[in-house]
């Protein structure tokens, strides 16, 4: 009994009583101090390992933290993240930056920053701005100091950084949905005047023809230049150049622009409205661009079909709104994604940069309108840009 009390007095749970020897009750106590024994080896071992696993999460984090005693001054524990945003090698007691900083340790250490608060810091005369909090705790009689702080400015510049690789993922998606028709329609259109010059008598050379494709080229280089100016002054996307035109006169724009495209795809593209008077009040060049990306997504989605076929459809419904809506009959889309398909950068495709649905849905709210889409797996997708 003497042992055991002396064994927890002295945490030594190393040592094991003799559970051969002596009465069998004398055994029994035996094996059960042994039990107690193991049981607290193991308590004081998960103890040991989860203060090693929390040290190791700490000591990942990119945020500073220290705790130090509030009277000595003693570090408790610092991790090097905290170490780096003051520039200090080591730190094992806190008066070491008082002796090498007195205005940082003032600041950091003397301050009470109860709630996150902006911190300016000059460290090796740089200044840094940090964000800042500390909280005080006890330990039996000892009071600690907690303090948090983090580098605002590595942050602002990484989200900066990653802003910028997502505004040039926009503009190049953009650029080359538009460059891809232009450079097809140039191209037929050079073929044409080519045959016409090999031999004129067979391959006569349609002026008409030859004018419409040139103005499609020129519009859309326009729309295009728009799109640019646009994105280069983001914070005055709010206005639209509004026009009125005819539905039909919309769809022979897309159809100029994409059918050369699509006839090398062996893609059906097609074109219906009933009511030829149907016009529309819109930004010409954003919806064309619109139009242009959920061809495209159809295009994408209908690469492995037999017999593909995009249909570009325009109706007025019972409450007086125009509905343009392009219809495939491509692979779908999953219905575990379908709610995700508008968030901006997510994307399903390999190559995809995840912002051309993203885009199609922020240029229709700046029309007061709406894009909704229906998908089935393996029998295609619609679109619908309600007006």
Do not use: C
């Amino acid at each position: 009994m003497d042992d055991f009390f002396e064994s927890v007095k002295y945490r030594d749970f190393s040592r094991k009583f003799n559970e051969t020897s002596g009465t069998k009750d004398i055994q029994y106590l035996r094996q059960r101090f042994n039990e107690v024994y193991d049981t607290i080896f193991e308590i004081n071992k998960e103890k040991e390992a989860q203060h090693l696993y929390l040290k190791k999460i700490l000591e990942l984090v990119q945020t500073g933290i220290i705790a130090y005693n509030i009277n000595s001054g003693h570090v408790l524990w610092v991790n090097d993240a905290f170490k780096k945003v003051l520039n200090i090698p080591s730190l094992k007691n806190i008066k070491f930056v008082e002796n090498r900083n007195s205005k940082l340790y003032n600041a950091v250490f003397l301050e009470n920053h109860v709630t996150n608060e902006s911190l300016t810091i000059d460290v090796n005369n740089e200044k840094n701005k940090l964000l800042i909090s500390n909280s005080t705790f006890q330990i039996k009689d000892t009071s600690f100091k907690l303090i948090v702080l983090q580098n605002i400015d590595d942050t602002l510049n990484h989200n900066e950084s990653e802003a910028w690789k997502k505004l040039l993922s926009v503009m190049t998606h953009e650029i080359m949905n538009s460059i891809a028709p232009i450079s097809s329609l140039a191209e037929t259109l050079q073929h044409k005047v080519k045959l016409s010059i090999e031999d004129n008598t067979k391959n006569p050379l349609d002026v008409e023809d030859i004018d419409i494709g040139i103005e499609s080229i020129k519009k859309r280089s326009e729309g295009l230049l728009k799109f640019a100016k646009t994105y280069r002054s983001l914070n005055k996307i709010t206005t639209l150049n509004l026009s009125t035109i005819l539905v039909n006169d919309l769809f022979d724009n897309i159809k100029t622009l994409m059918l050369p495209s699509l006839e090398n795809k062996d893609i059906e593209l097609s074109f219906e409205n009933d009511n030829a008077s149907l016009d529309i009040e819109i930004d010409v060049s954003l919806i064309e661009q619109v139009l242009i990306n959920l061809i495209l997504n159809a295009v994408e989605a209908s690469k492995t079909i037999e017999h593909p076929k995009i249909t570009l459809k325009a109706l007025k419904t019972i409450d007086g709104q125009t509905v343009l809506s392009i219809t495939d009959n491509g692979k779908g889309i999953p219905e575990e994604v379908i709610d995700r398909i508008f968030i901006p950068f997510f994307t399903t495709k390999k190559t995809g940069s995840g912002i051309g649905l993203s885009l199609s849905k922020q240029i229709m709210l700046l029309h007061k309108g709406r894009i909704t889409i229906k998908s089935i797996e393996r029998k295609g997708t619609s679109v619908s840009l309600f007006f």
